[in-house]
């Protein structure tokens, strides 16, 4: 089955500088790839995904590539703000049809 | 406005006594999902209807089940619930199983006594 990790598990960054988090899979057949963000008390809220056919995708200030050769992508977040505080996971959807998620990273972002 | 509606977002119950969870959807999508996830852990995926077809995963314990009477209803019913099912269970829904985007409600915090 499909094997989702995820890197780091946590990450500060100070107010307005970007954060990185990046997730390799191992299913080749996988070809769509969500990332969640997942406040306290809440359950996970899609921000953005990604399809197999496309390299990059970009949202105001968040981004996503892919690198199908290497099974990995990553999610940018650019000009980070408090309120992007929260645990992000990544999760890739191989040929079951389920979504095998990431550990999931824990981003601060200190004012 | 809520799209995914989980009740109770809090429940409490006694160690082997039975519970149900609810989840409503107003997306009248085709896919609902039930999920466990532990503190500081990713979801993990119990079951899913995709409409009236039930799809359980292989180390979904049996104590388990679920419900869908409808499209926009579906239950989790814990038999004997014991200290390990201590979780946030989440509900999700996808229009459609394949590369779909799957929504999730706010989840209910069960405790087990």
């Keep these: 089955g499909e094997n ?18 990046k ?9 769509y790839f969500p990332w969640y963000k997942q406040e306290l008390g809440k359950g996970p809220q899609l921000i953005i995904d990604i399809r197999s056919n496309v390299g990059e995708k970009k949202d105001q200030r ?3 590539t892919l690198n199908k050769t290497a099974k990995h992508f990553s999610l940018h977040i650019t000009e980070t703000q408090p309120e992007d505080s929260a645990v992000y996971f990544c999760a890739a959807k191989g040929g079951a049809n389920n979504l095998f998620f990431g550990t999931g990273t824990r981003l601060t972002v200190i004012p | 406005d809520a799209m995914v509606i989980q009740n109770p977002r809090y429940q409490v119950t006694q160690f082997g006594k039975p519970v149900t969870l ?26 899913h209807y995709y409409d009236k077809d039930f ?27 014991g200290l390990g099912d201590a979780a ?13 985007p799957q929504h999730f409600g706010d989840g209910t915090r069960l405790s087990i006594l």
């Design chain 1, 62 to 64: 968040i981004a996503v």
């Design chain 1, 4 to 21: 989702v990790e995820q890197h780091p598990s946590t990450l500060s960054v100070q107010e307005g500088d970007s954060a990185v988090i």
């Design chain 1, 23 to 31: 997730c390799t899979y191992s299913d080749s057949a996988s070809n």
């Design chain 2, 22 to 47: 609810s989840c409503s959807q107003t997306l009248n999508h085709n896919v609902m999902y039930w999920y466990q996830q532990k503190s500081s852990q990713a979801p993990k995926l119990l079951f």
């Design chain 2, 55 to 81: 799809n359980n995963e292989a180390d979904t314990p049996d104590n388990f089940q679920s419900r869908r009477p409808n499209t926009s209803f579906c239950f989790l019913d814990i038999r004997s619930p």
């Design chain 2, 88 to 100: 946030m269970y989440l509900c999700a829904t996808s229009r459609a199983k394949n590369n779909q």
